[in-house]
C-alpha cells in the first residue's frame, strides 16, 4: 500500500477515534448537567507524556483540551509532563492511563 494512502486511513482511523471521543464526553458532561445530582469529582493530574517533539505535545494538550470535561493547564519545562484538569478523577491513576493509552496513543501512531 503506498505511504501516502496508509497515512491517510491512519488519519481518518484518528478521526472516527476523537470524535467517538467527543461524543463520549458530551454525553456523560450532558447528563450531569440534566441531572439534579451531579457526579463530577474534579481533580489536577500529572500525566507524564511521550511525546517526543513540539507539535506531538501542542496537538496532544489541545486535543484534551477541546474534550468537554478536560482542560490542559500547563506543560512541564522539560516537555514531558502535562497537568490536566479533569471533572471526573476518581481515582488519579486511572484518569492518567485513560488519556495516555487513548488519546496520546492515538496521536503518537498518526503523528509520530
Same mark, same amino acid.
Given at each position: 500500500?503506498?505511504? =501516502? $494512502?496508509?497515512? #491517510? %486511513?491512519?488519519?481518518?482511523?484518528?478521526? !472516527?477515534?476523537? !470524535?467517538?471521543?467527543?461524543?463520549?464526553?458530551?454525553?456523560?458532561?450532558?447528563?450531569? $448537567?440534566? /441531572? @439534579?445530582?451531579?457526579?463530577? /469529582?474534579?481533580? =489536577?493530574?500529572?500525566?507524564? #507524556?511521550?511525546?517526543? *517533539?513540539?507539535?506531538?505535545?501542542?496537538?496532544?494538550?489541545?486535543? =484534551? #483540551?477541546? #474534550? @468537554?470535561? *478536560?482542560?490542559?493547564?500547563?506543560? /512541564?519545562?522539560?516537555? +514531558?509532563?502535562?497537568?490536566?484538569?479533569?471533572?471526573?478523577? +476518581?481515582?488519579?491513576?486511572? %484518569?492518567?492511563?485513560?488519556?495516555?493509552?487513548?488519546?496520546? +496513543?492515538?496521536?503518537?501512531?498518526? %503523528?509520530?
Amino acid at each position: 500500500m503506498p505511504k =501516502i $494512502i496508509e497515512i #491517510t %486511513f491512519d488519519f481518518f482511523i484518528f478521526l !472516527l477515534f476523537y !470524535l467517538k471521543e467527543m461524543v463520549k464526553a458530551n454525553l456523560v458532561l450532558a447528563r450531569d $448537567i440534566l /441531572s @439534579p445530582a451531579m457526579k463530577i /469529582s474534579p481533580g =489536577i493530574v500529572k500525566v507524564p #507524556t511521550d511525546a517526543k *517533539s513540539d507539535n506531538q505535545v501542542l496537538i496532544l494538550f489541545n486535543l =484534551i #483540551t477541546m #474534550t @468537554p470535561g *478536560s482542560l490542559c493547564m500547563d506543560i /512541564s519545562d522539560d516537555k +514531558k509532563n502535562i497537568y490536566v484538569h479533569g471533572m471526573y478523577v +476518581k481515582n488519579r491513576d486511572t %484518569f492518567e492511563k485513560e488519556i495516555k493509552e487513548g488519546i496520546e +496513543k492515538k496521536v503518537l501512531e498518526v %503523528f509520530g
